[in-house]
């Protein structure tokens, strides 16, 4: 298991461009005119950009090796289909997404000026936005949401620089990714990803998955390196406590697990690591 240290990893200039708190529970009978009506009488103009999109399904993290073997099944939707409603803020570094099962607030950087507004203050928007829905549900229905998994996302872009210029260097930023000998060349690009189990009080509650992928950057198509850390699971205990505290575990994982991923150079010489 890992081992946290009391003071986590902090930079002067962190890669973060988006950071998602999102909870699933099971479906509402809520229409889209009901969505629609939260984000008029509980976000209001703060969020005047809105649209509709498709549903988003969530993972279920299941430890149980027989179930993860089981094919996927085929699910046959009765009725009007599932909707899924965005929010976004004026200056768009705050987005609300929200269907009868899911919510979801998302902070992203818009322009190169923004910066990162730390993990507290992004927390502080989802419950905010959380304990909104909470009462516009009770007054409006009497099904009570039990939350059956939170997931945290950070989504980074590691930019080019004197540390790396090609997609073939990401072993120069990415710690997991090795060298395979004297044979193959650089290669043109890698893809990688990880599991890990978070255990808590000697059980495993979730998982942490960390995603390295080429990309380009829309402004210029200059490469980049996207780093996916989701944090994923059932809260600790029921309630909004035990939904505040695994987003709280998850957030030490993601920041011990990006230390963990990413090489000393590259916290030292592109982000500034400060602790």
């Given amino acids: ?75 046959f939707l009765e009725g009007t289909p599932p909707m899924r409603l965005l929010f976004q803020s004026n200056d768009k570094t705050r987005l609300v997404q929200l269907q009868r099962d899911w919510l979801a607030c998302n902070w ?62 990401v072993s120069d930023v990415i710690r997991l990714a090795g060298i395979a000998g004297d044979f193959l060349p650089e290669p043109e690009d890698a893809q990688l990803a990880f599991r890990y189990r978070i255990r808590h009080e000697d059980r495993d509650i979730g998982r942490l998955h960390v ?5 380009f950057r829309r402004e210029d198509l200059s490469p980049l390196i996207q780093l996916n850390m989701i944090a994923r699971g059932t809260p600790i205990e029921p309630g909004r406590e035990g939904m505040v505290s695994f987003f709280q575990l998850a957030h030490k994982w993601i920041v011990n697990g990006f230390a963990a991923t990413t090489t000393d150079l590259a916290q030292r010489d592109l982000w500034r690591r400060a602790l």
């Fill in 211 to 215: 995603q390295v992928q080429p990309a």
């Fill in 1 to 75: 298991m890992i081992q946290f240290s009391s003071m986590l990893p902090e930079y002067d200039n962190p890669p973060v461009v988006e950071v998602i708190f999102a909870v699933s529970w099971r479906s509402l009978p809520l229409s889209v005119v009901d969505l629609s009506r939260f984000g008029l009488e509980h976000l209001g103009d703060e969020f005047p950009n809105r649209q509709e999109q498709p549903p988003m399904h969530m993972p279920r993290e299941s430890f149980d090796d027989a179930v993860q073997a089981l094919a996927p099944s085929l699910t």
């Fill in 108 to 169: 992203q950087r818009a322009s190169n000026d923004d910066s990162y507004p730390r993990y507290e203050s992004i927390e502080g928007f989802f419950l905010d936005t959380w304990d909104k829905f909470l009462e516009f549900q009770g007054n409006n229905n009497e099904t009570e949401i039990v939350v059956n998994q939170c997931e945290l996302t950070y989504v980074n872009h590691i930019t080019p620089g004197n540390l790396w210029e090609r997609h073939g260097q």
